[in-house]
């Protein structure tokens, strides 16, 4: 899973689309979109890091759940259920992801203070 971050944000970065990504954030009302893309682009890199170590492991899934489940309302459902087939741009690989986040989070078994 963490993995799937790194190359994700990885390659955000090699395509050099982080002013894409912001201007599409500042199209769905948030304010400094570039700086937030900048915020997820480098936590997708770092939390998923951190996630494939085995180090900082509920720290690292909390901020990629909130970046999923934000990716899943502005984004991905308005598309609908299918990523492809169906449909396009679909919330089924983010609802996945947040799944296995959640199995992993409790696999952790966090402490009252993380």
């Given amino acids: 899973m963490g993995v799937i971050f790194v190359t994700h944000g990885a390659a955000r970065l090699y395509y050099q689309s982080v002013p894409e990504f912001g201007a599409l954030l500042n199209s769905k009302g948030l304010v400094a979109g570039v700086a937030l893309a900048w915020l997820v682009t480098i936590g997708e890199i770092i939390g998923g890091s951190l996630l494939a170590a085995g180090y900082k492991v509920t720290y690292s899934i ?11 309302i502005l984004v991905h459902m308005p598309n609908g259920w299918f990523t492809v087939g169906q449909g396009t ?26």
């Fill in 62 to 72: 909390i901020f990629l759940a909130v970046v999923i489940f934000a990716g899943i």
């Fill in 89 to 114: 741009g679909g919330m089924e690989y983010s609802v996945l992801i947040l799944a296995v986040l959640a199995v992993l989070y409790i696999h952790y078994k966090p402490s009252k203070f993380f």
